[in-house]
């Protein structure tokens, strides 16, 4: 394992243990573009695994042991960096470094398990990063702005906070990622189906019901260094696939300085490392940025950066070089991003795909084909 960083050479290996994962197969070109080598660790039906950027791809088996495959994959590539492509990644990863720290792996990985520590930033608050509940409780301990909510261990506790916070009421679980495990409920019988769902499903240890904020779905997506927030891009969501919480389909480059200034704070008490994103709700009233969630991995918009001059991958390959991270004028006048397949699936006759710019990966024929065939 290499102990330092090549000059004007660094290297990076995404790990993506999800094969549905869309945004993450973008990464590589940007990171590409930016300077770096690329190496991914996947399956092999994923998408990641068709795009030509990844100048080597290792495979990931799809049930098993998957710890000494990537030992043997991060040993021949010798990566300065992994990048967690989706939840299920961060997770094994935050795993291996645990598991290292309280002597569960042999010393004679102790390499990989350093990898994953410097690639992660500090253990101590790997769950948090991850649980919505403990993100917004470390951000109200900031100062940070965030939605009310409370705890609910049953039907009656979220209708006293319907009665208090008014509708619509969000009832979310701990866990969950792209609008999932969070149900946005009019009605005293959709809470009561909002509970029951999440209750049943055994995804979430803990429910809370939470303060809906009318406004507008905004994320601050950011690259960091040990809490330091080398960059960071803002975009308002224009449309969601699927309704009402999915992923943006349709994203707009804005400036937001309480969210910026919100997601630096918060990595900054993570120490965190590696791509990252925090979710926001702009009031229509106000303007002000309320606090959501924490993602600690790379969102589908962070390869975007290039566009308008604020490149994250750029931003990254600097600080492992060595060398000062300027930025560039933007690269388009476009403001409006259609993502593609994303939006094509939710409307193949919207406006989007001709008046913003259409985010298209032409130039890499394989994986353009595997989106298509995916969507239709």
Not at 78 to 105: N, T
């Amino acid at each position: 394992m290499s102990d330092s960083i090549a000059p004007n050479e660094p290297r990076l290996m995404i790990v993506l243990m999800s094969g549905t994962w869309l945004g993450i197969s973008r990464l590589p070109k940007a990171l590409s573009m930016a300077g770096f080598r690329v190496a991914t660790f996947c399956h092999d039906t994923s998408f990641l695994s068709r795009t030509r950027y990844a100048e080597r791809t290792f495979k990931a088996p799809t049930a098993g042991d998957l710890f000494a495959p990537l030992v043997a994959a991060a040993r021949q590539y010798k990566p300065d960096m992994i990048i967690p492509g989706c939840e299920s990644s961060v997770h094994f990863l935050h795993e291996i470094v645990h598991a290292g720290s309280d002597g569960r792996l042999d010393q004679t990985v102790q390499d990989v398990v350093e990898l994953a520590r410097r690639s992660l930033g500090a253990p101590a608050y790997y769950r948090a990063t991850l649980s919505k509940h403990e993100t917004l409780r470390i951000a109200a301990r900031l100062g940070l702005r965030t939605p009310q909510q409370s705890f609910i261990s049953g039907v009656e506790d979220a209708m006293r906070c319907a009665d208090e916070y008014g509708y619509p009421l969000v009832i979310k679980g701990e866990f969950g990622s792209g609008g999932s495990g969070v149900r946005i409920c009019g009605t005293r019988d959709k809470i009561a189906e909002a509970f029951h769902s999440l209750n049943a499903s055994g995804a979430s240890s803990l429910i809370v019901a939470q303060q809906y904020i009318h406004g507008t779905a905004a994320m601050q997506t950011a690259i960091a260094i040990a809490g330091e927030m080398l960059e960071s891009l803002t975009f308002q969501k224009e449309r969601c696939h699927p309704q009402p919480a999915g992923p943006g389909s349709v994203v707009r480059h804005t400036e937001h300085a309480e969210a910026k200034h919100a997601a630096s704070a918060l990595i900054r008490e993570y120490g965190y490392t590696g791509f990252g994103h925090c979710d926001f709700i702009i009031e229509n009233e106000t303007g002000a940025a309320f606090l959501l969630e924490f993602n600690p991995r790379p969102s589908p918009v962070c390869h975007l950066g290039w566009l308008f001059g604020q490149d994250l991958c750029r931003a990254l390959w600097c600080r492992l070089a060595g060398t000062t991270y300027r930025r560039q004028p933007p690269a388009s006048d476009y403001r409006t991003v259609a993502l593609f397949p994303s939006e094509w699936s939710r409307d193949p006759q919207s406006h989007f795909l001709t008046q913003a710019y259409h985010d298209i990966p032409e130039d890499d024929p394989a994986l353009l084909d595997a989106f298509i065939r995916a969507c239709t």
